[in-house]
């Protein structure tokens, strides 16, 4: 489950975290919270990621979301 707030959250993390030359990944999500994602247009937005590994390799080699 993943209300409005939540998700006001998640993008203003977001947003800090790039202004601070970081790159936040979601990783690990259930299939409802990944629906919203897709509905909202956050999983174009902000990088979304199987697993913590993918998320972690993706962060390592430098991908963008």
């Known amino acids: 489950y993943v209300d409005s707030a939540a998700i006001g959250a998640i993008v203003g993390c977001s947003g800090a975290v790039k202004t601070a030359g970081g790159q936040l990944r979601i990783a690990a ?3 409802r919270v990944r629906t919203i994602f897709k ?3 956050l999983e174009r937005v902000l990088g979304v990621d199987a697993t913590v590994e993918d998320a972690v390799a ?3 080699a430098g991908d963008a979301a």
């Open 29 to 31: 999500i259930v299939d």
């Open 39 to 41: 509905m909202t247009g």
């Open 58 to 60: 993706k962060l390592n």
